[in-house]
């Protein structure tokens, strides 16, 4: 029994057949000599780790040895004077008691059982008693004899076992036990399903049959020396399923040492992680291709152009780096969709591959634009017939849902070496050579001309960078008042446009209009100037401000087709305002491109009720007869003439003409550029009906009109 006695106990009368003596155990005295044989026999039963003794047929014990009454913290005395021992032993083991003992009596085969005892360690022992008969000799029963052996720590111990075999079985994870030669001695069912071999299949192999060949010697020495040096290895390892499929596994393998430190096992746990792998494998590809063409994308054209550059250097070969963009691939995206534009794309894509050799590289950069790498070329016209095979390629028409649809493209060129830039400015160069190709007709090639593509390229990105002003609402109107001469009321307001410009202020239109000009942001930002005018025309309408305003139209805007019919639209959106107070100025020059077109746009805005005016009158050189078929109501006199009337003399006199010029065709004058009181005087004393200018007001932002115009009436020219 596993409990050492702490307290000796007195020994009463034994049965005299077994003990003649009462004698110490030896726990109390090791020193102990066997003296008679009963003594020894004594000294035995009470040492044994068993608990041990005789029952009578009585049900009286006539002996229990020590090692049991210590065990159960219950004295010999007590044991052996009680009538039956299950008197004092707990309640609830008594009938299991008596039973096996009526069980056992009643058989010749020694009788096991397994009963839970408390023991004065306060705690519960699993017991196992084994008891059996002895009979007298003539074969009577003369009682039992009772050996308990506390088993509790073997259970525990085969329970651990039995948990350790149900995890080895039951996880996930591949688990090998090798012998100290790495021949495996065991391998759990996950082993057997990640890899398709059974149990047998696999028992004394060493684990090299699983090598897939995408390692190399190099590798498992690392491995092998990793797990001499620290223990274990811990990595991803490339092995062979039986069917013959690559296995991504992590793989740890420990080594397991005996106690004097010389390896005895080694024991292998590895996941499958072939799945993940794969996973990995696809989000590279997305990371590095193009969606939509499955060509490269920008990141991995990055990687292979620094490596074509490392390579041309090499060789000394030339290496041309082009832009490409597609024209009039805006169109069929406007008119087919996006679905047609994705074709088109992905039609692109094929024939540039077509057309390019296995070295080169396309790449989809985003929208309509691609990169194209050509390699190992031997001469500048090994390029130009590549670019030119490339041209051709692409501008065969596209059939889309029967429909032939033609696009081309622009290409920019940059030339290594030559143009000794890096990765990063080879492509800018090709960037803005492409722009270049584009203005200079389209459906071509440039090669990379620093200067002139440079402001090609600066000029793009002012336009793009105009195109977001527009969206992020950074144009504003002024607005500069207009003034009868003779009666000094204000009459009207002149829009004129800004941009409120975050980092470099508010700008005037001769820093940003030129630029723009020929564009289609030309035309939207025209449509915004109509829009907002009219807005703030019935706004001030609205508020008991009954001014006319005048807009100005640029001659492309003006020119569109369908610029009269968009002006009524917008002119009707506003009903509060009468149509009649809204007034075109158009440059005289720009009417004068066009007369017939011009007029008849003209006609078809006054049918709506808008006025029309001829800004910077006098420097068009309209002759009369022009003049007499431009249906305008007023002539605005350029300022260039005002300013300096009062000492140029010929000035003077052709502003004295314009004014007779407009009373004999029955339209209104209006000078602009009147900076001062005397200016404003000769010109109303010339007849002059109208006039503008820093003299009278300054354009200034809507709000703050009222304010002026109240002032303006209070006390002018103050
Ligand atoms: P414009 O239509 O002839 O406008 C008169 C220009 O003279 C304005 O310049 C105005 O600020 C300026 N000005 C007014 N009074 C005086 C003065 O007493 N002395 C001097 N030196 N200048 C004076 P701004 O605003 O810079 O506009 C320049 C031109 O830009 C305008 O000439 C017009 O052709 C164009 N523009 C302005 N706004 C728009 C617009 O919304 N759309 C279009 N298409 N063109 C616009
Ligand atoms: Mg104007
Ligand atoms: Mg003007």
Redesign the pocket.
Known sequence: MGNKPTTTSSRGKRPAEQIEQASPPAQQDPQYKAGAEGTLLQAILDNAPLGIWFLGIDGRLQFVNSTFCNAVGISEERFLSAHHYVEVLPQEISANCIRSDEECMAQSAPHISQEWLPFVDGKPHLLEITKFKVLNVDGTPRGLIGLAADITERKRDEERLRLTARVFENTLDGITIADKDGNILEVNEAFSRITGYTHDEVLGRNPRFLQSGRQDGYFYKEMWSAIAENGYWRGEIWNRRKDGELLAELLTITAVSDETGVVTNYVGISSDITLLKQHEKQLEHIAHYDALTNVPNRVLLADRLRQALAHSKREGSLLAVCYLDLDGFKLVNDTMGHEAGDTVLIEVTRRIKETIRGDDTVARLGGDEFAVLLLGLRAAEECASSLNRLLDAICHPIEIEGKLFEVSASIGVALYPGDEADADALLRHADQAMYSAKQAGKNRYHLYDAENDQRARSHHEFLKRLALALVRKEFV??F?PKVEMSSLRVVGA?????WNHPERGLL???EF?PAIEGSML?IE??DW?VAT?LAQLEQWHQSGLPIEL?????AR?LQAVDFAWKLKRRVLRHPGVPAGNLQI?V?ETTALEDIPKVSETIERCRRVGVSFAL??FGTGYSSLSYLGRLPVDTL?I??SFI?DMLHVKGNRAIVQGVIALAQAFERNTVA????NEDLFRALREMGCEYG?????G??MPAEELPAWLERWNRAPFR
């Open positions: 109107l002024y500069q002149e829009a004129l446009i800004r005037v239109p001769a209009l030309e930002l025209g100037v005018a005048s807009i100005n139209i640029s805007h100025e440059l800004d910077d605005k350029d300022q300013c602009e550029g009147i900076e503008q200018g820093y003299g009278i300054y354009p």
